[in-house]
């Protein structure tokens, strides 16, 4: 690897006990040119040293390095494009899957294009944690835990095969077994080194520890000062095969947290807060980052709590700096001695460490919260900015089944469940989880829920009946800490058995409610209830029977399994009754903070880090027994379900072709505001009579081995089938609310298919497609196949109002143009139906941000011509555009 060219002359050495560490100084260069920049958010003087470190006067040049310090008088407001390259990468097996596919296709495509297969191999060092497939089948027993583990290595041993074959043919790639904790968690807790060192050229080069994460939630990490986001599958590839992440010098909006959070306030409640008001404020595409004399009374559990919900608070990332509490992490968690201390010394030296005393930033502007206001809250029915007081949640489930949901009538009337004593209704809880790495990586919010089923307990008070109960811890950290304190037993008597160590319910693997509770929802139309510890409520996320869903902190998920309904005031309402007949409030049950703070003391030990990831990657007996197949190309099983290789670069050539205008295309689907990729990718349980299912059932694979999408990414015939086929997506073309599902009407036809049945019919009529959405299109998780399904079904464009920023990248790393309305209007106030045609010429002269004119034909001749702005935004998306996507332009650069 070739040394910076270092213009601003700041190689310098840091000497860290006896070992001495070469290191691009910021000092230096503010010295040497680069004025000013110690005012820098710390996340910025993060960018910039890497920019430092990796400039080679082509993808980074002086003038990119000197637009950091410019961005002092712009504050990112000026656009510009740099070459980001981050220090690892970290995947979940959902979308880690899928990039082993590709990464195997690529080798194969290797070797078609007369290159070494092997040159398709990771550059950086990259992570890949099996958190994503466990699913919640049993729960409330002893049990459930073996059960579920058993299960899931039944449904998946064919995937698991291929990633040990992966982690034999890949260098740089490790895989952390099923069982072993939630990515981010793991992340947190053991992978991360918040500075980052390795030999090259014969020095030890130190470095801040950077990442980019499969999974919109690894901005967790940045809660212990590591810059971490997430992206699509297909930038994280390009990562890995040495490509630097292309992006736009953001804004930092600087949140400035004072004050301390009240007794029986949690951290939970928090970040509901912080969410609620950065999303109202509007942060897509910029970093959030923490500062303030708040930060004292904040842990890194507290920290990376809050980091974590970047995605739903909209922005890159929610950066904490380093200082006094990252050290004390890191002696909990059993990093080094010597670790610590590099990361001391360096980050003093860099500028990098947060004192008390310390100078606030530089921020493109300023948001300013007092801890001590934050209330006990919960985010729902929907949304995870729609945080409600903890008093409010009760009338604001009543007006939304008046307005959303629109029962009116028969609102208190409970139906008998067959089988069993006790009826249901509208608010009832039927799910209460425990899962999540937002909140299951925080001692406090857990020990809190151990104590207050103890508590609970103590007065004699239940979980109701139809409330089905997980615990899903983020690492064997947490079962350990609940086994050797007694909180466990204390869950297990509520029904909080261990299910598994995975995301569980907060991704949809909630797994089926017992069958008469789920009959008697679905026949009654009720509007049931889940409460989880999770970042993510949108609807039908959680469970296909499941319409409203809270995010809470793990003691409220306790509280509300005793309750069972959300349509009670757990401020004013007694919990239930003790044995004598007592009413029982949450108050009198609620543990102190210094309760949990002495049991985080006693048994949140460095010892127990450090039995718990001393053998990390080895796995339990079902992993060690799996058997894989060797070789450094994969062969590949045409009968396969669950992997087969992908078309992508089938009859591809060393040169790109021209993109092509888009003429005459038809309309996929007309899609309103808010559009998540949960609804765009195929996500969650899959129906027999879907044309997944069908897929399945023709090639011989019982309903009951169906398992779900996620387990399946690794086969793009069932994840295409499977795209904008979400139950609770809507698309216009069919009526003024659209129709629930993934419906359209083919044209000139008129009839109502599926819209994998339209694609495909349109896909032999030669008949290239569009899409047209509103704001915020593609908002929520960074699903790769969102992007892979939307160039699969042949569209060529998607024209929305606004786009959330890692899907709008993917669309562009699959050959997908993303367009926005150049003029303030929608598809709406265009009149269409979904029966126009759509004309976009220019394709191949087009340029980064560049407005072009989508000519629309109306179905009665007339033709309109609508201002575009192309949001292909920096001169490399231009470049894999123009390749086909991301994969392609990597593939022909190593092949060159």
Request: charged share 25%; net charge negative.
């Amino acid at each position: 690897m070739a040394h910076s060219l270092d213009s601003f002359n700041c190689r310098r050495t840091l000497k860290v006990g006896d070992q001495e560490y070469t290191y691009y100084d910021l000092k230096e260069a503010e010295k040497n040119g680069l004025s000013g920049i110690s005012r820098l958010p710390f996340s910025m003087k993060v960018l910039l040293e890497n920019l430092l470190r990796k400039e080679d006067g082509r993808s980074v040049t002086r003038d990119s390095i000197e637009a950091v310090a410019a961005w002092l008088d712009d504050k990112g407001s000026a656009g510009v494009e740099i070459a980001y390259s981050p220090a690892r990468v970290l995947m979940q097996d959902f979308t880690g899957v899928p990039a082993v596919v590709d990464l195997a296709a690529m080798r194969d495509a290797m070797a078609s294009l007369g290159g070494d297969p092997e040159k398709i191999n990771p550059l950086v060092p990259v992570d890949l944690v099996i958190d994503h497939s466990v699913i919640v089948d049993e729960f409330g027993t002893p049990l459930a835990f073996s059960r579920n583990v058993e299960l899931e290595y039944k449904r998946n041993a064919e995937r698991y095969r291929f990633l040990k074959w992966g982690q034999q043919a890949f260098k740089n790639f490790r895989v952390v077994p099923p069982g072993t904790g939630i990515c981010h968690q793991v992340n947190l807790e053991y992978l991360a080194r918040t500075v980052w060192s390795h030999e090259e050229d014969g020095r030890l080069l130190a470095y801040p520890d950077t990442c980019v994460g499969t999974d919109s939630h690894t901005t967790m990490v940045n809660g212990l000062g590591v810059l971490g986001w997430g992206v699509g599958g297909i930038e994280a590839e390009a990562a890995m095969l040495g490509q630097p992440v292309s992006m736009l010098l953001p804004e930092v909006v600087g949140f400035k947290l004072s004050g301390a959070l009240r007794e029986g306030v949690t951290a939970t409640d928090l970040v509901l807060t912080v969410t609620q008001m950065l999303r109202k404020k509007g942060v897509v595409g910029k970093f959030v980052e923490f500062f303030g004399p708040g930060l004292a009374s904040m842990t890194v559990a507290d920290r990376a709590t809050i980091g974590n919900m970047a995605p739903e608070y909209g922005a890159t990332c929610g950066f904490f700096p380093v200082d006094g509490e990252t050290i004390k992490y890191f002696d909990v968690t059993n990093r080094s001695s010597e670790q610590a201390a590099l990361v001391e010394a360096y980050c003093k030296a860099q500028g990098m460490w947060r004192e008390a005393d310390s100078e606030d930033p530089v921020f493109t502007e300023v948001l300013e919260l007092d801890l001590s206001t934050v209330v006990p809250s919960m985010a729902g029915p929907k949304r995870p900015e729609g945080r409600n007081a903890l008093e409010e949640v009760a009338p604001n489930f009543e007006t939304a089944l008046a307005t959303e949901y629109r029962k009116t009538a028969d609102t208190d009337k409970r139906y008998a469940v067959e089988g069993e004593e006790f009826d249901l209704g509208h608010g009832d809880v039927v799910i209460a989880a425990i899962t999540s790495c937002t909140n299951t990586s925080n001692p406090s919010v857990l020990i809190a829920a151990g104590l207050l089923a103890r508590n609970a307990n103590r007065r004699g008070l239940k979980r109701k009946p139809w409330v089905k109960t997980s615990l899903a811890p983020g690492s064997q950290v947490v079962a350990e800490y609940y086994e050797k304190s007694g909180l466990q037993k204390e869950l297990d008597q509520l029904g909080f058995n261990l299910v598994g160590f995975g995301c569980t319910t907060c991704i949809g693997n909630s797994g089926p409610l017992p069958e008469p509770i789920s009959k008697t929802v679905n026949e009654q139309a009720l509007i049931g209830a889940s409460v989880l510890s999770g970042n993510r409520n949108f609807e039908g996320r959680v469970s296909p029977d499941v319409q409203a869903n809270y995010l809470a902190s793990p003691p409220l998920v306790v509280a509300y399994a005793i309750a069972g309904t959300v349509r009670k005031d757990l401020t004013k309402e007694p919990l239930g009754e003790d044995q004598d007949g007592n009413p029982v409030y949450l108050r009198d049950i609620w543990p102190t903070s210094a309760e949990v703070q002495d049991f985080i003391a006693k048994h949140v030990t460095r010892e127990l880090f450090a039995s718990k990831y001393a053998d990390v990657f080895k796995g339990d007996e079902y992993w060690r027994a799996l058997e894989a197949p060797a070789g450094q190309t994969y062969s590949w099983d045409r009968d396969s379900t669950y992997v087969q290789n992908p078309p992508y670069f089938e009859g591809m050539e060393r040169k790109p072709h021209p993109a092509g205008d888009i003429k005459g295309a038809h309309i996929l689907g007309l899609f309103g505001d808010k559009i998540t990729t949960d609804h765009i990718s195929p996500a969650g349980s899959i129906k027999a009579q879907s044309p997944a299912g069908q897929y399945l059932l023709d090639h011989g694979v019982s309903i009951a081995d169906f398992n779900q999408y996620g387990t399946r990414r690794g086969n793009h015939e069932v994840m295409m089938r499977g795209t904008f086929a979400n139950i609770r997506i809507r698309n216009h073309m069919l009526g003024e609310n659209g129709r629930e599902g993934g419906y359209t009407i083919h044209y000139p036809s008129g009839e109502e298919m599926s819209i994998y049945e339209a694609a495909m019919r349109y896909k032999q009529e030669g008949v290239p497609l569009v899409v047209f959405a509103g704001v915020e299109y593609g908002n929520g998780s960074s699903r790769d196949w969102a992007a892979k399904g939307t160039n699969l079904l042949g569209v060529r464009a998607v024209i929305a109002q606004s786009f959330e920023r890692i899907h709008r990248s993917n669309l562009v790393g699959m050959g997908v143009v993303p367009f926005v309305f150049a003029e303030d209007t929608s598809w709406q106030e265009l009149g269409l139906k979904g029966n126009e045609t759509v004309t976009i010429e220019g394709l191949d002269q087009i340029r980064p941000r560049a407005t072009m004119t989508a000519k629309i034909t109306y179905a009665d001749g007339q033709v309109k011509d609508v201002p575009l702005l192309c949001r292909i935004d920096t001169l490399d998306e231009l470049e894999y555009f123009r390749n086909g996507g991301i994969l392609h332009y990597v593939l022909r650069d190593l092949a060159a």
